[in-house]
């Protein structure tokens, strides 16, 4: 079974409106981490935001907050007021940190979704 | 801020060639990665090294060594490039110390093999 779940290959949204990429995650561990990267066509991978499994609040970074919701185990980004410079792709990625070993390291990432900013 | 470096954007090589992709960070972390990207297989870790001269197995290791000789320096060695390894690789480097560990990567490297 995948780990990161993203169902949402490609999203179109209006310049300046917000936009929701939804993300899943499957695990039995108690203590994970999940990220929100960023990808241009540029290729590289850009940090946009952190959640840990204990966090009691969603995370927020500037226009980046994420939709924490740790029963549905999803985690999904919102992008307010979309500007061009969003589009990209979108990865989700976790890390179980409780198992010992070289899987304590190993970030899983989902499949992506392309976000286009429309004018 | 974080700089994760790539020796090269774009290489082309031959079958057979022996190939390096030199990665370079600058920020004192730990852990080191080396990531493959393809398309519609996403990401998918090669090696990764928690340590120097201290390395371990992804998920796609077969036909990749790795050499961590300096914290800074990680090296990802394709013995016997094949046309097979055609692909986008990216670098990462992550600190352990906090509770975050978020991993920075660098500009990737796309490989051609012929």
């Known amino acids: 079974a995948q780990k990161i779940t993203q169902t949402q290959p490609g999203m179109f949204v209006q310049e300046k409106e917000a936009v929701t990429l939804d993300c899943t995650y499957d695990t039995s561990d108690p203590s994970y981490g999940l ?3 960023k990808q241009p066509s540029s290729g590289e991978m850009i940090f946009l935001i952190y959640q840990g499994s204990y966090d009691q609040q969603n995370a ?3 226009r980046y ?5 740790k029963a549905r185990k999803s985690a999904n980004l919102v992008i ?29 990432f989902g499949k992506g979704t392309k976000l286009s900013v429309i004018p | 801020d974080v700089k994760v470096t790539q020796s090269s954007r774009y290489l082309v090589k031959r079958t057979g060639e022996k190939v390096f992709l030199e990665c370079v960070q600058d920020m004192d972390h730990e852990n080191m990665f080396w990531y493959r990207q393809d398309p519609g297989l996403g990401l ?12 371990e ?3 796609i290791p077969e036909g990749y060594s790795v050499s961590r000789e300096k914290k800074e320096r990680f090296s990802l060695i394709l013995e016997s490039a ?7 690789y990216l670098c990462a480097s992550s600190l352990e110390a906090r509770n975050r560990y978020e991993q920075y990567f660098g500009p990737g490297t796309r490989l051609t093999v012929t």
Do not use: H, P
């Open chain 2, 82 to 88: 094949s046309t097979n390894q055609t692909s986008m």
């Open chain 2, 57 to 59: 197995k992804g998920d």
């Open chain 1, 80 to 108: 307010s007021a979309s500007q061009l410079g969003d589009s990209a792709m979108y990865f989700c990625a976790m890390r179980e940190v409780s198992y010992s070993g070289a899987g304590s390291y190993q970030l899983t």
């Open chain 1, 60 to 62: 927020t970074e500037g």
């Open chain 1, 65 to 69: 907050s994420l939709n924490f919701q």
């Open chain 2, 44 to 55: 998918r870790l090669i090696y990764f090294s928690y340590d120097v001269k201290m390395k």
């Open chain 1, 35 to 37: 990220f929100w990267y």
